[in-house]
């Protein structure tokens, strides 16, 4: 049986869905002003959009992932997470950039704050593999 979320893992969890909403509109955004500018759709433009979705798409499967909390989806969150604050700084940084890398260690605090439940939930789940071997 999972245990009810606690106030950190549901604070984690809407963190998770509204980043995940944040980068789905800029995604549409990019695709749709690159549709209006006199360039037209670039495969570039296209590539980063689509970049952009496919990270909405997995913050958006960790929002209700968590929940289970389990190691694996602790240390997917991790790593996503890092992934992307040390890319939000990999080129030219700007104000975008700047927000990005916050929202990012805000979600990386988050992930610190309920890692207790993930690694207690792992620990329970280890132990009454022993009980019943």
């Known amino acids: 049986m999972i245990p009810r979320p606690s106030l950190s893992l549901r604070w984690l969890q809407a963190a998770f869905a509204l980043t995940a909403l944040f980068w789905a509109v800029l995604a549409l955004a990019g695709i749709l002003m690159g549709q209006r500018s006199a360039g037209g759709l670039t495969s570039a433009r296209v590539a980063v959009s689509s970049l952009m979705l496919a ?26 997470v890092a992934a992307s604050a040390v890319l939000s700084v990999t ?29 207690r939930r792992a620990s329970t789940l280890a132990s009454a593999e022993d009980d019943g071997a």
């Open 55 to 80: 990270n909405a798409l997995l913050l958006a499967f960790l929002s209700r992932a968590v929940g289970r909390q389990t190691r694996r989806i602790f240390v997917f969150g991790l790593l996503l």
């Open 91 to 119: 080129d030219e940084v700007g104000a975008f950039d700047i927000l990005s890398l916050a929202v990012n260690i805000l979600l990386l605090l988050l992930l610190f704050l309920a890692r207790a439940q993930f690694l």
